[in-house]
């Protein structure tokens, strides 16, 4: 019986070593990569990396004359996260698929440099009065949407959740109003301002 299955085996496997591997894509086709633009400097970094943080890469990259550059994110992200419901909170957060895991890069400052010598960071954060509105990267393992609204008593923070994650990494807006009220939802996958 396996010498007549020996071919087909043996077709299947040359099938797979021709096959390309499937990576996963965010919204609108992310490619793991970040696409920044430095805005509002005075002196134009010609270099860029992530903090020295060691889950991040540690490569810098050029950044262009008008500002732009393009950073790999982390092709092997932990994503210990398995929910974005919170014990502490109460509310009716949900997540399409439970098997869903994720990983989040927020907050981020990057290291702008000139010449070899280090410069100072950016972030992709803008403040406005009691509104700060900034750009995440989080990293899903399968397509997943993030629902609902929940009350965290333990810091006064109400977060609302509107994401439709795509396997792979992903651009959300984090908008905080009054530092209490925290919106979390899809945005383009596009080049990110860093000021």
């Given amino acids: 019986m396996l010498v007549r299955l020996m071919p087909l085996l043996l077709v299947g496997a040359l099938l797979a070593g021709c096959t390309p591997p499937v990576t996963p894509d965010g919204p609108s086709g992310s490619s793991g990569v970040l696409r920044g633009r430095l805005a509002e400097r005075a002196v134009m970094p010609d270099q860029v990396s992530f903090p020295p943080i060691v889950t991040l890469p540690q490569q810098r990259v050029q950044v262009d004359a008008d500002g732009t550059f393009t950073l790999p994110l982390p092709t092997n992200p932990n994503a210990a996260i398995d929910t974005y419901r919170d014990d502490g909170c109460v509310g009716d957060v949900t997540e399409s698929a439970p098997a869903a895991r994720f990983e989040e890069l927020y907050h981020l400052k990057l290291m702008l440099y000139r010449d070899g010598a280090l410069l100072g960071s950016a972030r992709s954060r803008r403040v406005d009065g009691t509104t700060s509105r900034e750009i995440e990267f989080i990293y899903a393992t399968v397509d ?8 965290c008593a333990y810091d006064g923070r109400r977060e609302t959740f509107d994401l439709r994650l795509k ?5 959300v807006r984090l908008t905080i109003r009054d530092y209490v009220d925290w ?13």
Avoid at 144 to 151: F, I, K, M, P
Avoid at 183 to 195: I, K, L, Q, R
């Fill in 144 to 151: 997943t949407d993030v629902t609902g609204t929940q009350a």
């Fill in 167 to 171: 396997a792979g990494w992903n651009n």
């Fill in 183 to 195: 919106t979390f939802e899809n945005a383009p996958d596009d080049t990110v301002a860093w000021y």
